[in-house]
């Protein structure tokens, strides 16, 4: 029999993706969130849902009953918004991991697989960037996460076995076993490829997309980001379920190991959907890092992962996931 997964935060969109991911795969998800940014239309109807916040401790202790393995989403994840409300980020993401945690250790679940973010590494100076680099971050956001690693370093003394992922840019979209399909609809979408999709969707074939400075040091002026499908993202997460050892904390980081400019973004999109973009250059916004580029070597070898989906199937699987919101 497969374990149970619980999954915080399964009703944005990396966790929900997750969850349908899984289930396809026979495991027993349920999904906790707070619907403060989700929706619970995003949940695969096959998962037990309780709604509830990550701060509340005997709300997580009940949702924990019959768990093997918790996969922990839930967070704030906007960088602009970090930088205005670091308590906010403070207070979810930091604290709202050391509840979790508290309840796992009382109620005896030791496995977590935790959703961090390429954010730790702030401006590396070395690309592409190793698990081991320096943690810089730009932002709160970013602060916030290694904040959680940290509290995931103190847990594996008391027997908590636990796996970080770091994400880099996620995109696209899952259809599951039952023809659901999964995407990234955020109210306000400050993510580059859904963004400008979703602003595509109002018919209009001459939209104007914003491109946050043309003076990065890099080869276009813009900055690069290593960009990865949802669905190798959740494979990763399904490898990651017999990875997991004891009283271990392994960080891993989840990229395509190749990066793309804003402007290479652009014209993949102007290619894969048939239009033309009219770009705006805007100031360069606070927080922002000129390169962050994933070395997967690490996932490679201790999940015998690779990543099967590129810039052009990620932005195709999100252009359909857009025209869904229409």
């Not at 999954?7 to 396809?24: Q, R």
């Not at 495991?27 to 037990?48: C, F, H, M, N, Q």
């Not at 009219?278 to 962050?292: E, Y």
Request: a negative charge; proline letters at 3%; charged letters at 25%.
């Amino acid at each position: 029999m497969k374990s149970r997964i619980l999954i915080t935060g399964g009703a944005g969109f990396i966790g929900s993706v997750i969850s349908a991911y899984l289930l396809d795969n026979n495991y027993e998800v349920s999904v906790i969130d707070d619907l403060s940014t989700g929706d619970k239309r995003a949940i695969d109807e096959r998962a037990t849902f309780l709604q509830g916040s990550i701060l509340e401790k005997s709300f997580l202790i009940e949702s924990l009953s019959g768990i093997d393995t918790v996969i922990h989403c839930a967070a704030k994840s906007i960088v602009e918004e970090s930088v205005t409300k670091p308590q906010l980020y403070e207070q979810v993401n930091h604290q709202g991991t050391k509840v979790l945690l508290d309840a796992m250790l009382h109620t005896g679940v030791k496995n977590i697989i935790f959703s961090s973010t390429a954010a730790v590494y702030g401006d590396a100076k070395t690309q592409p960037i190793l698990e081991s680099a320096e943690l810089s971050p730009l932002n709160p956001y970013g602060q916030s996460k290694i904040k959680c690693e940290r509290e995931l370093d103190e847990k594996v003394t008391e027997g908590i076995s636990a796996i970080t992922f770091r994400y880099f840019n996620v995109a696209g979209s899952y259809k599951n076993d039952l023809g659901k399909l999964f995407l990234e609809n955020h109210e306000n979408e400050s993510h580059l490829i859904p963004k400008i999709l979703n602003q595509l969707n109002n018919g209009n074939k001459e939209e104007k997309v914003d491109i946050y400075g043309d003076n990065w040091p890099t080869s276009d002026g813009s900055c690069i980001r290593d960009y990865l499908h949802v669905k190798d993202l959740a494979h990763a997460h399904l490898l990651a379920l017999d990875k997991l050892t004891n009283s271990e904390h392994q960080i891993i980081n989840l990229g395509s190991g190749r990066g793309f400019s804003v402007l290479e973004v652009i014209d993949q999109i102007e290619k894969s959907v048939g239009v033309k973009l009219n770009r705006n250059i805007c100031p360069a916004r606070s927080g922002d890092p000129t390169v962050l580029l994933a070395d997967i070597s690490c996932a490679k070898e201790k999940l015998g992962w690779q990543p099967k989906l590129g810039l052009s199937e990620i932005i195709f699987d999100s252009w359909q996931g857009s025209q869904q919101l229409r």
